[in-house]
T-cell receptor, first 113, second 117 residues
Framework: AQTVTQSQPEMSVQEAETVTLSCTYDTSESDYYLFWYKQPPSRQMILVIRQEAYKQQNATENRFSVNFQKAAKSFSLKISDSQLGDAAMYFCAYSQAGTALIFGKGTTLSVSS | KAGVTQTPRYLIKTRGQQVTLSCSPISGHRSVSWYQQTPGQGLQFLFEYFSETQRNKGNFPGRFSGRQFSNSRSEMNVSTLELGDSALYLC????????????????FGEGSRLTVL
């Protein structure tokens, strides 16, 4: 069965600095999708960024980018120029055709001014 | 465009009771998934519905059930509540079952916070 592991329960960063959240996953499949979701204190989860496993190029969305290492089964999220509004719980997730999203247990990110 | 709406937002029940939670997906979305979120277990998949049919089911006991109506609204029911059922229940919708579009992007509601005493 596929699993997603986030080894950092909590992280902190100062405004304008860069922080990297780690995620590893386990799968025997070659075709799948990886995601980072953000859950602010208001609780509504929103998609931050998505990566298709068949694409070698790392996905980027404004200040958010990923480092996708398929062989190592690693999928880290880098947040550049951190802002107070980035404070939230971040979930790494995995999916493939025919299955539901599998989430890691999350990393709580705090941002200080 | 209205987002995913979940009701009620908060509720308190006692052991042995049952509860029904409701989810209205984004207009035009036909797939609805349910997740249970707890501090210890994180987000765990309950079930997914598309066109009134359950397409996927997670590893939860039969006390957890759901259904989807013709207008895509979904309900989940938990019978004979246990203390361990206390959690945030999240509903998410998408245009098609995640498997069809292979994008997996889900749009989440704010959740229903269930406390079992």
């Amino acid at each position: 069965a596929q699993t997603v592991t986030q080894s950092q329960p909590e992280m902190s960063v100062q405004e304008a600095e860069t922080v990297t959240l780690s995620c590893t996953y386990d799968t025997s499949e070659s075709d799948y999708y990886l995601f980072w979701y953000k859950q602010p204190p208001s609780r509504q989860m929103i998609l931050v960024i998505r990566q298709e496993a068949y694409k070698q190029q790392n996905a980027t969305e404004n200040r958010f980018s990923v480092n996708f290492q398929k062989a190592a089964k690693s999928f880290s999220l880098k947040i550049s120029d951190s802002q107070l509004g980035d404070a939230a719980m971040y979930f790494c997730a995995y999916s493939q055709a025919g299955t539901a999203l599998i989430f890691g247990k999350g990393t709580t990110l705090s941002v200080s001014s | 465009k209205a987002g995913v709406t979940q009701t009620p937002r908060y509720l308190i029940k006692t052991r042995g009771q049952q509860v029904t939670l409701s989810c209205s997906p984004i207009s035009g979305h036909r797939s609805v998934s349910w997740y249970q979120q707890t501090p210890g277990q994180g987000l765990q998949f309950l079930f997914e519905y598309f066109s009134e049919t359950q397409r996927n089911k997670g590893n939860f006991p039969g006390r957890f059930s759901g259904r989807q109506f013709s207008n895509s609204r979904s309900e989940m029911n938990v019978s004979t509540l246990e203390l361990g059922d206390s959690a945030l229940y999240l509903c998410a919708s998408s245009l098609e079952p995640p498997r069809a579009l292979n994008t997996g992007e889900l749009f989440f509601g704010e959740g229903s916070r269930l406390t079992v005493l």
